[in-house]
């Protein structure tokens, strides 16, 4: 059914515009332009409005997520990376049984819809033990409604946990039996090697030439940590961008997540190959990780999407502001990375650094859009509604959550459950798993 949505107020291409509206049409924005003039072009459509009292804003696209990690908030923090990954990573997301991942999974989801995410990358590991985990994964996104690019992990190294680890040929006959499967059907499946020390040099090949094979995108994780460049290096006398070059799987289709240890030659070849970076900046402050050179990166045109990646908190609000204010502390400049430029990354850029037409109002694109409460505390609607979000908005500000011109989320509600059942299922899981469930010492 055709329907038109217009609005008072909208964020639109990354700016502020009044009495905006646009035409939906079986999920997709067909046609979008001023409001009075839309109106009188389509008298007949039935129409949804929204006053002085709401913002309209394209749904958020997290670039990078893995939604088990909401299982080590609050415990698993302060520790280097290596315990972090060891003790509680590798140690807990193993034994999650499909039931349990799928709750957990919905959880992560409704939260980020709360948020106004739209779009989800999901790096998806547990695939070591066949396809009744990743089942759940989907199954979980299409009862909350959130449009799913799954990057199907796929890991080769003797370290990895048995329940993350795979036979080249298991991962992409298990990997292509699900492209077959959802893609075209609001899933893209992206065979997704995991890192180049996670992932056999043949491995990432494979993995790359089935993305190309099916015409998606390929994620991997790059030079998050700086070991990771002496390691290459050791291994293949090359830094980690120009080892994947050698490799012939740099190019438009791969998206390196994290990228944060180059050199300025391999930001150049980044450029010049066309490849996508998703940047993790609240993780890659929690974890110790680093500053990737966004704004270099961007200059070579580069794009860049902002991802939640252990989804402390997943808020692609909170991406773009801890995106600009590490690019500015590392440019020891406030005019460095403007809140324009962090939203853009974390909504039309993102969507096509990962290959989704979304992320903005716009012919074409996804019907994907948040309401933003322009009567917040948070908000003052006098000022530049971009740079609020960017910069002081809060989890609350967003009241409902479109996709597809469909509701999916209203006041951080999940319509399919309800919060309770989903926070009583999280918390049988966190039982189950004898995760520390009460910190509070005895008076
Ligand atoms: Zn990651």
Redesign the pocket.
């Known amino acids: 059914m055709m329907q038109m949505v217009r609005a008072r107020h909208a964020i639109v291409g990354g700016e502020a515009v009044r009495d905006f509206a646009f035409v939906v049409d079986d999920g997709r924005i067909v046609r979008a332009g001023e409001g009075a003039a839309m109106a009188d072009a389509h008298p007949d459509l039935p129409r949804m409005e929204y006053g002085d009292d709401r913002l309209l804003a394209p749904g958020a696209v997290n670039g990078?997520?893995?939604c088990y990690q909401i299982l080590l908030r609050g415990w698993a923090d302060d520790w280097g990376f290596d315990r972090w990954r060891d003790d509680a990573l590798y140690r807990i997301i193993p034994q999650l049984t499909p039931e349990e991942l799928y709750w957990v999974a919905l959880a992560a989801f409704v939260e980020m819809l709360g948020n106004g995410i739209t779009t989800v990358v999901e790096?998806f590991y547990l695939n070591g033990a066949g396809m009744r985990h990743v089942e759940k994964l989907v199954e979980a996104a299409n009862d909350c409604g959130i449009r799913l690019v799954l990057a199907r992990a796929w890991m080769d190294a003797a370290y990895a946990p048995a329940a993350f680890r795979e036979e080249i040929a298991d991962a992409r006959r298990d990997t292509l039996a699900l492209a077959k499967r959802l893609n075209g059907a609001g899933v893209m499946v992206c065979p997704s090697p995991h890192s180049l020390h996670a992932a056999s040099p043949e491995m990432t090949r494979a993995a790359v030439d089935l993305a190309r094979e099916l015409g998606v995108p390929a994620h991997m994780?790059v030079a998050?940590a700086r070991y990771e460049v002496e390691q290459v290096r050791a291994r293949t006398g090359l830094t980690p961008i120009a080892y994947l070059d050698s490799l012939g799987v740099l190019g438009p289709q791969f998206v390196a997540?994290?990228a944060i240890w180059q050199s300025e030659e391999e930001k150049d070849l980044m450029g010049a190959r066309g490849a996508a970076l998703i940047h993790?900046p609240v993780?890659n402050q929690y974890l110790g990780d680093g500053i990737a050179d966004v704004v270099g990166l961007r200059r070579r045109g580069v794009r860049v999407g902002l991802?939640t990646?252990?989804d402390l908190r997943p808020s692609i609000y909170d991406e773009m502001r801890a995106a600009t204010f590490l690019q500015k502390t590392a440019a020891l400049d406030g005019a460095t990375l403007s809140a324009r430029e962090a939203w853009l990354m974390g909504t039309r850029e993102c969507a096509s650094a990962v290959g989704v037409a979304a992320g903005d109002f716009a012919s074409g694109l996804a019907a994907d859009w948040c309401v933003v409460d322009r009567t917040h505390p948070a908000f003052h609607p006098w000022s530049n509604p971009v740079n609020q979000l960017v910069y002081v908005s809060d989890p609350g500000i967003v009241v409902e959550t479109f996709i597809g011109g469909r509701k999916v989320s209203d006041r951080r509600r999940a319509l399919r459950y309800g919060n309770d059942r989903i926070a009583a299922e999280l918390r049988k899981v966190a039982t189950r798993l004898a995760l520390p469930l009460d910190h509070a010492a005895p008076r």
């Open positions: 990078h997520s893995h790096f994780h998050e997540v994290h993790n993780t991802g990646d252990c």
